[in-house]
């Protein structure tokens, strides 16, 4: 189990830091710009959001992902609003994952949580800038956490979302996020039943967020999702398959778009570890988001053994953190839960 935790902690990691260089870019102009498809780390071009980054240096979606996992872990694994919002706080406060990466959407509820007072408009307020994939992308800790036990997996990940993202769209993404890696780190674990338990997390999720989170305007997650894998599981080569989702399904910030998009790429690289990172990096648009989600799946389904035996040391040195320590911390918090399965 911890070869596999730490596995998903790494992909997730790999995968922001390698889509740092690739991000806003089509695949072409990945290709034009690097002369070759990004397969490893690399310095962000200067025209990029992660410009001034060091190859391997994240930005904020697997580091905002750590600090609510270290704070979660730190409270010996109670996932709490007040844990939450405690993390993404001192998140704030680290002005080099924050400062230039951070959403919007994220930005202003750290603001509220900090105690600024926000002035309403006085027009329409509407949400829709809400349902993006800043929830997903940061939540795979959850399903680590969770291993084996999708149904607390997904209720400790609508704690998580509605703290920064109160809408149904945003809670159907996050928690096929989390739902399919709880399942991914499990022995028994294919890249069928993980899709499988993504569908069933985004399902839930909705159904949930229907209940307690605001409506929203936006495509389906689920029927993006089964697009997306159909596409994934369909023919062709992987690299035929990662344009036609681009080009179908989109790979955008909208939550309709991101976390179905790394569904069908972790299903088109048929889990590799590497494969369904390099698949995110080089589709184009937001890459890193895409690749910090299809890492963690893959890199739960497939353990720590499956990446370059360079991508933990790197990771933690060029960012500071303490990767294999955070994946011990899970693991034994992981060891105390009652793990009982809910594919469905």
């Given at each position: 189990?911890?070869?596999?935790?730490?596995?998903?902690l790494i992909?997730?990691?790999?995968?922001?830091?390698?889509?740092?260089?690739?991000?806003?870019?089509?695949?072409?102009?990945?290709?034009?710009?690097?002369?070759?498809?990004?397969?490893?780390?690399?310095?962000?071009?200067m025209?990029?959001?992660?410009?001034?980054?060091?190859?391997?240096?994240?930005?904020?979606?697997?580091?905002?992902?750590?600090?609510v996992?270290?704070?979660?872990?730190?409270?010996?694994g109670?996932?709490?609003?007040?844990?939450v919002?405690?993390?993404?706080?001192?998140?704030?406060?680290?002005?080099?994952?924050?400062?230039?990466?951070?959403?919007?959407?994220?930005?202003?509820?750290?603001?509220?949580?900090?105690?600024?007072?926000?002035?309403?408009?006085?027009?329409?307020?509407?949400?829709?800038?809400?349902?993006?994939?800043?929830?997903?992308?940061?939540?795979s800790?959850?399903?680590?956490?969770?291993?084996?036990?999708?149904?607390?997996?997904?209720?400790?990940a609508?704690?998580?979302?509605?703290?920064t993202?109160?809408?149904?769209?945003?809670?159907?993404?996050?928690?096929?996020?989390a739902?399919?890696?709880?399942?991914?780190?499990?022995?028994?674990?294919?890249?069928y039943?993980?899709l499988?338990?993504?569908?069933?997390?985004?399902?839930?999720?909705?159904?949930?967020?229907?209940?307690i989170?605001?409506?929203?305007a936006?495509?389906?997650?689920?029927?993006?999702?089964?697009?997306?894998?159909?596409?994934?599981?369909?023919?062709?080569?992987?690299?035929?398959?990662?344009?036609?989702?681009?080009?179908?399904i989109?790979?955008?910030?909208?939550?309709?778009?991101?976390?179905?998009?790394?569904?069908?790429?972790?299903?088109?690289?048929?889990?590799?570890?590497?494969?369904s990172?390099?698949?995110?990096?080089?589709?184009?648009?937001?890459?890193?988001t895409?690749?910090?989600?299809?890492?963690?799946?893959?890199g739960?389904?497939?353990?720590?053994?499956?990446?370059?035996?360079?991508?933990?040391?790197?990771?933690?040195?060029?960012?500071?953190?303490?990767?294999?320590?955070?994946?011990?911390?899970?693991?034994?918090?992981?060891?105390?839960?009652?793990?009982?399965?809910?594919?469905?």
């Open positions: 189990m911890f070869d596999r935790i730490l596995g998903g992909g997730a990691g790999a995968g922001d830091a390698m889509g740092a260089a690739t991000e806003a870019r089509t695949t072409e102009q990945i290709i034009e710009y690097f002369g070759h498809e990004v397969t490893d780390f690399e310095k962000p071009p025209d990029t959001f992660g410009a001034g980054n060091e190859p391997g240096q994240l930005t904020d979606d697997f580091s905002s992902a750590y600090f996992a270290r704070h979660i872990a730190d409270h010996d109670e996932v709490t609003e007040k844990v919002q405690e993390a993404l706080i001192d998140w704030s406060e680290h002005h080099v994952f924050f400062d230039r990466f951070a959403g919007p959407t994220t930005r202003l509820a750290i603001r509220r949580y900090k105690g600024e007072k926000i002035e309403k408009s006085g027009g329409v307020e509407l949400v829709t800038r809400q349902a993006t994939n800043g929830a997903a992308m940061k939540i800790p959850i399903g680590l956490m969770n291993a084996g036990n999708i149904e607390k997996a997904i209720k400790d609508v704690t998580v979302t509605m703290v993202h109160d809408n149904y769209l945003a809670l159907s993404g996050a928690c096929a996020v739902a399919a890696v709880s399942h991914a780190v499990m022995p028994e674990a294919t890249v039943s993980v499988q338990a993504g569908l069933y997390g985004a399902k839930e999720g909705e159904k949930i967020g229907r209940k989170a605001r409506d929203v936006g495509p389906s997650v689920v029927k993006r999702m089964e697009m997306a894998i159909d596409i994934g599981l369909g023919s062709g080569t992987p690299k035929e398959k990662m344009t036609e989702i681009g080009h179908q989109g790979t955008g910030l909208h939550v309709a778009e991101a976390i179905p998009s790394a569904f069908g790429l972790f299903a088109a690289y048929d889990g590799d570890a590497l494969g990172i390099v698949g995110a990096v080089n589709v184009g648009y937001d890459t890193d895409i690749a910090t989600m299809s890492g963690a799946l893959s739960a389904l497939r353990g720590a053994e499956a990446f370059p035996a360079h991508f933990l040391p790197t990771l933690e040195e060029a960012n500071h953190l303490e990767i294999r320590k955070l994946a011990e911390d899970l693991t034994r918090i992981a060891q105390k839960v009652d793990r009982q399965e809910g594919v469905r």
